[in-house]
């Protein structure tokens, strides 16, 4: 059984870090495509940063590139985003995500999702 289970969310000051981790269980993460989401009520989920499985490469949402790192721990099923200078505007429920469905730059709906961890960013 597939399981996916956030943490490391909290409240935070604007300025400040969290790192956000998933453990992974019941699949090899490694031949997974990986991706973070977030969520605020009445707004569409966005894709936060997602990271491919074959090469590597990284997907960044415009408005945290350069604040936030996508990456995985392969041999701990583990992964991680790491978000520093955090702003108000963060706050929200973050997903993480994995498939292996090959439908874009990061794990879609069909695939395996956390139950998610709230990021509040407030002074």
């Known amino acids: 059984q597939v399981q996916l289970v956030e943490s490391g969310g909290g409240l935070v000051q604007p300025g400040g870090s969290l790192r956000l981790s998933c453990t992974v269980s019941?699949?090899?993460?490694?031949?997974?495509?990986i991706g973070w989401y977030r969520q605020v009520p009445r707004k569409v989920r966005e894709a936060v940063s997602c990271?491919?499985?074959?090469?590597?490469?990284?997907y960044y949402l415009e408005s945290v590139k350069g604040r936030f790192t996508i990456s995985r721990d392969n041999a701990k099923n583990l992964m991680y985003l790491q978000m520093n200078n955090l702003k108000p505007e963060d706050t929200a429920v973050y997903y993480c995500a994995v498939d292996q469905l090959d439908l874009g730059s990061c794990p879609s709906n069909l695939g395996s999702w956390g139950q998610g961890t709230q990021v509040t960013v407030s002074p």
């Open positions: 990271s491919s499985r074959r090469d590597g490469k990284t």
């Open positions: 019941g699949l090899t993460l490694r031949d997974y495509d």
